[in-house]
Nanobody, 118 residues
Framework: QVQLVESGGGLVQAGGSLRLSCAAS????????MGWYRQAPGKQRELVAI??????NYADSVKGRFTISRDNAKNTVYLQMNSLKPEDTAVYYC?????????????WGQGTQVTVSS
């Protein structure tokens, strides 16, 4: 099994910054991608940023403000969030995609709350 532990969420004023971390442990055979998603109250979970094979992709709403990075030696992915806005308020989830042969496995963290006050 694979465990994902997130940290770094909290309460911040608009314009501030936070850095989220997600450490993966357990039976990790091959990491295809790691990413961050978020879910605001009453809304569907949405992709924020993802990194795979050195490539990164961001939701349009966070481009230029958020940066995803990965430490392969530590099986850890980070999300640096700058210029935070109240609309960034959500529970942020880390996701790991592992591929073994032709089979994909997806693992989720427990989520960390990010609250941005105006």
């Amino acid at each position: 099994q694979v465990q994902l532990v997130e940290s770094g969420g909290g309460l911040v004023q608009a314009g501030g910054s936070l850095r989220l971390s997600c450490a993966a442990s357990g039976s990790i055979f091959s990491i295809n991608a790691m990413g961050w998603y978020r879910q605001a109250p009453g809304k569907q979970r949405e992709l924020v940023a993802i990194t795979s094979g050195g490539n990164t992709n961001y939701a349009d709403s966070v481009k230029g403000r958020f940066t995803i990075s990965r430490d392969n030696a530590k099986n850890t992915v980070y999300l640096q969030m700058n210029s935070l806005k109240p609309e960034d308020t959500a529970v942020y989830y880390c996701k790991l995609n592992s591929r073994v042969g032709s089979v994909n496995y997806n693992y989720w963290g427990q989520g960390t709350q990010v609250t941005v006050s105006s």
